[in-house]
């Protein structure tokens, strides 16, 4: 009964140690979250590229609702998220926000794309915006939306994946 007992104290022992791990690693994964969205982002370049998509920058709605005389932006570029609008855009705050996206472009940067809509008009705003801004007003989905597109588009990188597969597992593992 002693081996026994003897045992359980070290399993009992192994499982605080690795607590206490548990929730240095947790704490060091998130003061550097904004690090690595901003390197994932990087790393992304070559799948929005490839597989980005010409985002709206202005056009003129008919009566049915169809986009006319369509403008675009000329960078590529990815949605990460979407969020509430903002009361207003930054660059006009006579213009109401009616949808409002974080976007990675295919430089690797980060975005808030504003669009208005006065009836007539559909126009946007790209609002730059830091990988720690990106996070405080998206969350971690942006995070681990691009994860998802490194993962399902990346060919080659397979160590890169194996790493951001247990980094955003871990972060998005449930508590028991």
Do not use: W
Not at 40 to 59: E, Q
């Amino acid at each position: 009964m002693d081996e026994i007992e003897t045992g359980f104290d070290k399993l009992i022992e192994k499982i605080e140690a690795n607590r206490g791990k548990t929730t240095e690693l947790s704490a060091k994964i998130k003061e550097n979250d904004a690090k690595l969205l901003a390197r994932m982002a990087k790393s992304a370049i070559p799948v929005v590229k490839t597989v980005g998509l010409d985002m709206l920058k202005m056009g003129k709605q008919d009566t049915k609702g169809e986009i006319y005389d369509p403008m675009y932006y000329p960078r590529k570029m990815i949605i990460l998220g979407k969020s509430e609008p903002a009361a207003y855009r930054p660059d006009n705050p006579q213009k109401q926000i009616t949808d409002q996206f974080c976007v990675l472009s295919d430089e690797g940067k980060i975005f808030e794309l504003m669009y208005s809509f006065d009836g007539f008009l559909t126009d946007s705003y790209l609002n730059p915006i830091d990988a720690k801004t990106a996070l405080d007003h998206y969350g971690y989905d942006i995070q681990f939306m691009l994860y998802r597109a490194l993962h399902d588009y990346l060919e080659g990188e397979e160590a890169l994946i194996d790493a951001l597969d247990k980094v955003i597992g871990y972060v998005f593992a449930k508590k028991e």
